[in-house]
């Protein structure tokens, strides 16, 4: 079996005495679109929030290609190539679409200019982002300074998503991504979700939306009681089947090996 | 019963027995304590009063015009039961109805320094006479300006646009000795002679005695007599004369008699400065407390005025003939700060 | 079959629909949109226009004496401080927060400069040495207080401000050191006070020094990644902290530097008024909120240029300048004041209004 991108193993997570992550399973294979539902409550954004970095788990172990990782910081998830697009997107909104996508990994000019002060290239950082907007399909960019607020929902989305897939990264997250948006935005931002998969990169996808997840998703990952039910083909079972595995309406299909 | 009756005699009894004993009670209550005007006051009235045996308590505002500090410190003395309270007030108008209430509750209210208005709502004001202080720098500068007074250009660097009575008295008082007519002495500003350049306020401090003197520099660049509110302004208005080269050509006077005042009156930088004694002030108001606690005595203001005058000198190591004045040696003894 | 029983494509029937929604289309409407979109890409724009405005409006009311360059040239001296202070300012407010504490930073800096070299006799550049230190040690009290324990600025620095200023009050016993005596024994603290001349215009040290410090700090915020962080930081912290910024170092860096700022404009006071007097710079506090405020910087942060603080400074000055030349009453200057702080943060809060 080829390897997993991204996999978790008897994952654990306590807050007090509740128990947030139970011996928690994840798998998530290269070039595919995994979607994760679950109930309120389930714990699938504790999953996603250690898988990002943002949480250390109490125990269990996260795999990256393969190889051990443990991460300190969303930092340090995004050096090792695990980027997030969160449900706030967190864009600055009075920054240009171009501050915005380097915020943090800023370039600066080559040579004495850059090193001795600190001179950045925003040249340079304009027309990589407008290349990387490109390369995703979004078109016709007048004003890459054009500050992020004056952007719409669905415009903003893009930016957000099109600086998570610019830096050398491995995986991609996304929180709920359609969820602000009116139905015209949202079908935009599920084809940009599908060039982003086209361009190689997997992506894990949290949403609440179950017509979105059954359009895109090839796996999808039913969360409950801090763990993972089962992971069904979205060809194979239709949403009140997925909703009622959720819910504990109805009983799951078996994993192979699964205890 | 007749054991709560005993009981409560006896109870009554010790406690009229220690308030007998209990020392007079007075307050100090200051503009601000970091004036060394201020500081010099305290200390005067401390010394006095642990000579007499007071128990003295100090209040200050935050900064010059907190009134409402001053009233708090009232209220705090009428309730600790002070028999006096020493006061340099920060409004002068505003804080009449605290001191009325503390005058009818039997306190002794002195003003020191600055008079209430109006003046009698003090029982008695201990102050200099500024009026005299700025009279005897501007018949000073006349003198020694001599045929020239009669084309000087005149800059008048005051306190504050609220127009302190201090401030007033002061500025008027100089003119009148220069020999330049009044408008209202009630207030500086409008006064018609062509030899005031303008007026401009300082805040009593160096910072805005130097953009004061810059704003009448820019006016007309050929000032050349300036009086000065207190000796931190015309400090800050001989930086400004330093700065365009003329402060060998403009005579400064000013009002204070502070150490740092006087020293710079020694090495040129203002030419004469009427000296006031604060430390005299608050000494003489701690013993008029006293004489009220014991004897029932307000004090009385100096003949022919309506305030008890403590005193005022010119310091000049440049005398000049009518104007009687004590050199800087004599005015270094007696400054304060 | 019915055609819409497939729930899982209803959406995909819009796909045949104008797909024209993430394009970066600036549309204008008009002039008064074109002007708001431009005025939220420059807003120094604003203060900039006022200021040029008001020095040719005194011009023609004054005539040649208020245009003369030795008049021109005092306005920059009497706002050198105000403008060094209202720098300081400027970084804290452009991080959504406030410095109360300023001018108690300023006064304690210059007054451990000047006891330093009188009352312990060192030499006077290394008691500047620790007089610069010592403002940065205050900023650093300031920017642990509001990153680390996450106390609102407005309140920390309202407490920060007395506690910095007593302890200028107790250290310094109120004494004042005369300018004489410190032209006497130890110029370096009266440095920049010293002055050249270009034609009839004047400039002190002080000027110079206020004008390089808003070049590099200005120069700092546009072109290094340290100043797109400070901009993010006050525009929306949790989206910078996501996003990778390290913001409690950014908040930290920020008020350490305001606190450096801040002495050294200590040091220029000394130049300026010769002495050293801990009682001076009680209203800086206030003053720099005005500069900055009406020099476009918006209190909810993110935004404004410190070129705007400048512009603001010196539309203080010369209405102040001004105002005593033509001949009227203090008073109305501090009305006109405020007109202008009100009507600086009405077109800021116009120019936010920018959306698509």
Known sequence: MIQPVLQTHSLVKHFGRVVALDHCEFELRAGEILAIIGDNGAGKSTLIKIISGALKPDDGQIFLNGEQVHFASPLEARKAGIETVYQSLALSPALSIADNMFLGREQRKKGWLGSIFRLLDHAGMAQSARDKLSALGLMTIQNIGQAVETLSGGQRQGIAVARAVAFKSQVVIMDEPTAALGVKESRRVLELIREVKASGLPIVLISHNMPHVFEVADRIHIHRLGRRLCVIDPQEYSMSDAVAFMTGAKEPPLMPNDS | MKKIIVAGIALGAIVAGSVAQAQVGACLITKTDTNPFFVKMKEGATAKARELGIDLKSYAGKVDGDNASQVAAIETCIADGAKGILLTPSDTKAIVSSVRQARDAGILVIALDTPLDPIDAADATFATDNFLAGELIGKWAAAKLGADAANAKIGMLDIAISQPTVGVLRDQGFLQGFGIALGDPNKWGDETDSRIVGNDVTAGNEEGGRRAMENLLAIDPGINLIYTINEPAAAGAYEALKAIGREDDVLIVSVDGGCPGVANVKSGVIGATSQQYPLLMASLGIEAIKNWADNNVKPRPTPGKDFFDTGVSLVTDQPVPGVPSIDTTEGTNLCWG | ?356
């Open chain 3, 1 to 356: 079959m019915p055609p819409q029983s497939d729930p899982q494509n209803f959406a995909k029937t819009t796909g045949g629909a104008d797909e024209a929604v993430v394009e970066f289309d600036d549309q204008k409407h008009g002039f008064v949109t074109g002007l708001q979109h431009r005025l939220h890409q420059t807003p120094a724009a604003v203060p900039l226009i006022v200021l040029i405005l008001s020095i040719v409006i005194f011009g023609l009311f004054l005539g040649a004496k208020f245009f003369a360059p030795f008049a021109l040239t005092l306005i920059l001296q009497q706002v050198a401080i105000v403008g060094i202070v209202a720098a300081a300012q400027s970084l804290v407010i452009l991080t959504a927060g406030i410095d109360l504490s300023v001018g108690a930073i300023m006064v304690f800096s210059s007054v451990i400069m000047g006891q330093f070299t009188f009352r312990y006799g060192m030499p006077a550049e290394f008691a500047i040495a620790c007089g610069l230190a010592a403002g940065m040690l205050m900023g650093a009290v300031n920017g642990v207080l509001v990153a680390f324990m996450r106390l609102p600025p407005f309140i920390v620095t309202l407490g920060t401000w007395q506690i910095f200023l007593a302890a200028n009050f107790l250290y310094s016993a109120n004494e004042t050191i005369r300018s004489q005596d410190i032209a006497e024994k130890a110029a370096a603290l009266q440095f920049f006070g010293e002055k050249f001349e270009i034609g009839g215009a004047v400039f002190t040290y002080g000027v110079v020094a206020m004008l390089l410090i808003v070049a590099v700090l200005t120069y700092a915020l546009k072109h290094t990644a340290w100043g797109r962080h400070v901009y993010a930081v006050g525009d929306d912290p949790e989206a910078a902290e996501l996003a990778g910024v390290r913001t409690k170092r950014v908040l930290v860096s920020i008020y350490v530097l305001a606190g450096l700022i801040c002495a050294f404009a200590g040091w220029v006071l000394i130049g300026r008024i010769g002495s050293v007097s801990p009682t001076s710079g009680q209203l800086a506090n206030i003053e720099s909120i005005t500069a900055v405020v009406i020099g476009g910087i918006s209190l909810f942060g993110g935004r404004g240029s410190i070129l705007g603080s400048l512009f603001g400074a010196l539309i203080v000055g010369v209405f102040s300048l001004g105002l005593r030349m033509v001949g009227t009453d203090p008073q109305w200057t501090f009305l006109l004041i405020g007109m202008l702080i009100i009507f600086a943060v009405t077109v800021d809060q116009w120019i936010r209004k920018v959306s698509a």
